[in-house]
């Protein structure tokens, strides 16, 4: 294919020469919607490869670019196309742009030549950015320095397609979306147990946190009343309109409504999980051989694959990371949505499917035994401060506390969260 100036044989030579444009479906409210008009919230901009090429599709486009190692890159040209085509097109600051983002490539520098209309849109665009959920089985941690990167620039943050990959169902409280897009099979497919299981966990995320339901895929006013009956407020799909460019007539379109962003947790403040529940519940005293029942129970409540839970681990000393908890930890990983082990020495990747950070010496949490399991429902904490006992192993005494209410095991996962995923 052959444009004004650029000949397109690869998928290098799109990504050189910016080579992607943008089209643009709208967001609405359903409250809103009958056969002659709908109150449009926002757009989500999608991005179409050269015309005529194999990479025309964003599919192969990016599969391509990944198998060139250059997915990042194509990643900025994306989003910077679909920011420049909204600014030109005076989108007002009353409708949302949603936009999608792979997590790692966030992790990765602007390309120079992009940085300007990356800070106009800063200065000029209410923006929501979409991380898909399959990113949780690839690098959950990017995805929750992604989320947090978002919100440091007064960005949105959005978990797309939910409903595809169980393991999001946990890890959702910490990428605290302000939009959960409900995945299309569910929009199109609601009955069934699975189903059932995905739209109780995200009702009861969204009632805690604020956050907005928007369901994709509707077509049909079979999918709109499936889209209502589970909660959804806003939606998207070719009931409404079909990908294009952005209405001549965008600068007057705002209405009365606009996406809401909720406000997050507040910070942990550097404190520790056994600071965080033992300022809320009371302590005792056991030796590490009365605790270790009350551990390997929440480890076991780990391994579901129904809806795989997130379990954090603080061990003091990798020598405590034995073999036996070597194995469980390996079986653990095979389903949860995340495993992490920290520990003084602890290699980056202690067995298979394990995340591992090494602690400083001097580090706070090294005086600390905790194991945290978070689950869609499910939620338990053991908080443990070691009392610096000398003698046999399994008589050293602790202080601890054991907890089971949701929203306090949520604060001490955060906490625990800020040395795997620093801010």
């Not at 005529?52 to 599709?57: K, N, Q």
């Not at 936009?99 to 800063?122: H, K, M, R, S």
């Not at 990017?142 to 978002?150: G, N, P, Q, R, V």
Request: hydrophobic share 45%; proline share 9%.
């Amino acid at each position: 294919m052959e444009g004004a100036t650029t000949i397109i044989r690869s998928v290098d030579d799109v990504v050189d020469a910016r080579a992607v444009t943008t089209v643009f479906q709208p967001i609405v409210r359903l409250d809103s919607w009958n056969h002659r008009r709908h109150e449009t919230v926002g757009y989500e901009a999608l991005t179409r490869g050269p015309a005529g090429t194999p990479w025309e599709e964003p599919v192969p486009l990016f599969e391509a670019a990944a198998g060139r190692g250059r997915l990042a890159e194509l990643d900025w040209v994306c989003r910077a196309t679909a920011y420049r085509a909204a600014l030109d097109a005076g989108l007002p600051f009353g409708l949302t742009l949603f936009v999608n983002a792979e997590p790692a490539a966030l992790g990765v520098p602007c390309p120079p030549d992009l940085a300007p209309t990356i800070l106009d849109a800063q200065l000029r665009l209410r923006v929501v950015v979409e991380m898909t959920e399959r990113a949780i089985g690839a690098d959950p941690s990017a995805l929750l320095t992604a989320a947090e990167s978002c919100r440091a620039a007064g960005w949105g943050v959005a978990l797309d397609d939910v409903g595809a990959e169980p393991a999001s169902l946990s890890v959702m409280p910490f990428v605290h979306p302000d939009v959960i897009k409900l995945d299309r099979h569910l929009t199109q497919h609601p009955a069934g147990g699975y189903a059932a299981r995905v739209v109780n966990a995200v009702v009861a995320y969204a009632e805690r946190a604020g956050a907005a339901l928007l369901a994709e895929g509707i077509e049909t006013r079979e999918h709109l009343d499936a889209a209502l009956g589970m909660g959804a407020t806003l939606g998207q799909g070719w009931l409404f309109d079909r990908p294009g460019p952005l209405p001549p007539d965008v600068r007057s379109r705002h209405g009365s409504s606009t996406v809401p962003f909720v406000v997050g947790p507040a910070p942990s403040g550097g404190r520790t999980p056994y600071e965080i529940v033992a300022a809320r519940r009371p302590t005792a005293e056991a030796t590490k051989r009365m605790l270790l029942p009350l551990s390997h129970y929440l480890e076991a409540k780990a391994q579901d694959p129904t809806e795989p839970p997130m379990l954090l681990a603080s061990f003091q000393d990798a020598r405590h990371f034995t073999p036996a908890t070597a194995r469980r930890y390996t079986a653990l990983a095979r389903d949860a949505a995340l495993v992490t082990v920290l520990a003084t020495d602890l290699p980056g990747a202690p067995v298979e499917g394990v995340r591992g950070i090494a602690l400083a010496s001097d580090d706070p949490l090294r005086g600390e035994w905790n194991v945290i399991v978070v689950g869609p429902h499910f939620a338990g904490a053991l908080v443990a401060r070691d009392l610096a006992d000398t003698g046999p192993e399994e008589q050293r005494r602790f202080t601890y506390a054991l907890t089971y209410d949701r929203d306090l095991v949520l604060d001490a996962a955060r906490a625990l969260l800020q040395w795997i995923v620093p801010t």
